[in-house]
């Protein structure tokens, strides 16, 4: 996880937000959510966690929309990341999804 925070900051990635997973889905523990301010700033963030990632000794990690570069979905195991242009990532609104069903866990009927 740290290895992440750290990749994505260092590539100047904005509005890092992470959401711990741990008890809430069988995905991950971790989902980190991150804009970039271009497809290209997009695609450069998402190269750079990758090979930080693969620096680290953690492997290969499975990768989709890197040649578009709107939004990339960067699954590390332990730890998803979503790479977005900022209009892609207030239409899709994950932050607020995850947010809700936090709401609805606390919630007492």
């Not at 069988?26 to 989902?31: E, F, G, P, Q, S």
Request: charged share 25%; aromatic share 6%.
């Amino acid at each position: 996880m740290d290895i992440v925070l750290a990749s994505v900051d260092d590539s100047k990635g904005e509005d890092i937000f992470s959401i711990d997973l741990r008890g809430k889905s069988a995905l991950a523990d971790h989902m980190v959510i991150v804009s970039g301010r271009s497809n290209r700033h997009v695609t450069a963030v998402a190269e750079h966690l990758l090979s930080d990632i693969k620096e680290g000794g953690f492997g290969s990690c499975k990768v989709e929309g890197l040649q578009n570069g709107d939004w990339v979905l960067i699954d590390a195991g332990d730890v998803i990341v979503h790479i977005f242009r900022p209009e892609v990532r207030t239409f899709y609104n994950i932050e607020k999804m995850w947010s809700v069903a936090e709401a609805s866990d606390t919630t007492v009927h």
